[in-house]
């Protein structure tokens, strides 16, 4: 069992975020000042190519372990504490409800029996961990306790990436509530610090783009779609002829023909924009709701120029490019422009690195 709370004391030692996607992998370390404010200390992104990761299965592991070494060379940390994230289609969640006032091994007992329940697998091939989320709001007396499991080789493949570039994995979390987390930061600082606003979550990663749906930390909704700008690579190799490493590269840089911007990325700008206003569609049929306050965009693919404007106009719905270190002091070891034009990335590794300060 991963253990959630064994890394926390009253000064929380220090730990790196670190988030392994199909694209790339992202680092982020974060700190606190006197006055007790975050300071992002060290942020860095490495690419990784086509294929080395694959619905979240590392295919390729000495190439994302080389990667992993390279990254955390380049962003000159010394910490070797790191969490890491499980995207949700490895790890079973379910909440069940205990009874109060069990010990912490009375409660490890319980929730065995019950997670047989709803694994399908032998209890010895998961990792499973547990924790209490609070009262239960139907019984009372009671407590809601959030189960999460995983295959064992799953969570075994993220350890090894860590040791493999001398790193001590510490925590596995499950990313999209890293990117939550990081979320609930960011929705804190809107009008009324936030309560009762219902915040739509899209990252818009290479293959996939994800949904959330939150409303006072809550989730009312999420949805995976198989849609990013691995699709915008490939309609550069049609239209130019490229090499797929040669239009990810241009594609990153800028460099491309004049009739780029007009020719092949506006129409794949709206299209996304449309993919994106679709999947608010389903989720206004598919409950009660019928309006979100804002939209807000995260992952590697969401700062298309014009995108959030774009969805703004087929949605009507405020849109945003997130920043997760808005509001945080930034230190010394970080090129802020490098930093603020990649943002929208660092969603996930962000959240992680946020887990130092959750006792």
């Known amino acids: 069992m991963i ?15 670190l988030d392994i996607s199909s694209s790339s992998v992202k680092l982020v370390e974060l700190g606190r000042d006197k006055a007790g404010n975050l300071v992002l200390e060290r942020c860095a992104i490495e ?12 295919e390729k592991f000495d190439e994302v372990a080389e990667a992993v070494r390279r990254l955390v060379k380049k962003s000159g940390t010394r910490t070797k504490n790191v969490a890491m994230a499980l995207p949700p289609s490895a790890v079973i969640t379910k909440k069940i409800v205990l009874p109060g006032g069990l010990s912490d091994s009375e409660l490890e007992i319980q929730v065995e029996s019950e997670a047989n329940q709803y694994i399908p697998f032998s209890l010895d091939e998961v990792s499973l961990d547990f924790c209490v989320v609070g009262p239960s709001a139907t019984s009372t007396g009671d407590v809601e ?7 064992k080789e799953k969570v075994q493949d993220r350890e090894g990436l860590a040791e493999a570039a001398g790193l001590k994995p510490v925590i596995i979390d499950v990313e999209s509530y890293a990117s939550r987390l990081a979320t609930g930061r960011l929705i804190q600082s809107l009008p009324n610090e936030g309560k009762d606003t219902m915040v739509a979550l899209f990252e818009v990663g290479a293959f996939t783009t994800s949904m959330q749906v ?3 930390d809550e989730v009312l909704y999420d949805r995976d779609q198989a849609f990013g700008g691995a699709q915008l690579t490939q309609l550069i190799v049609r239209q130019y002829g490229f ?9 990153r840089s800028g460099d491309l023909p004049e009739d780029y911007p007009g020719g092949v990325l506006k129409p794949f700008v709206d299209s996304l924009a ?4 679709r999947a608010l569609q389903f989720f206004f049929t598919s409950t009660p709701h019928n309006k979100v306050d804002y939209v807000f965009l995260a992952g590697g693919s969401s700062a298309l ?4 404007e774009a969805v703004t106009q087929q949605t009507t719905f405020a849109c945003s490019l997130v920043n997760p270190f808005d509001g945080m002091q ?5 090129r802020e422009k490098k930093m603020r034009r990649e943002a929208p990335s660092y969603l996930t590794s962000c959240g992680l690195a946020m887990r130092r300060f959750m006792l």
Request: no cysteine.
């Open 3 to 17: 253990s959630l709370g064994s890394l926390f004391s009253r000064q929380p030692a220090s730990l790196l975020g």
């Open 47 to 58: 690419p990784l190519e086509r294929g080395w990761i694959t619905d979240g299965n590392v």
């Open 145 to 151: 306790v959030l189960i999460a499991a995983s295959r």
């Open 214 to 216: 939150i409303r006072n």
């Open 243 to 251: 090499s797929p490493e040669e239009a990810e590269s241009k594609k």
């Open 274 to 277: 449309q993919e994106l206003g």
């Open 305 to 308: 120029p014009g995108l959030s």
């Open 330 to 334: 930034v230190g010394e070891g970080v």
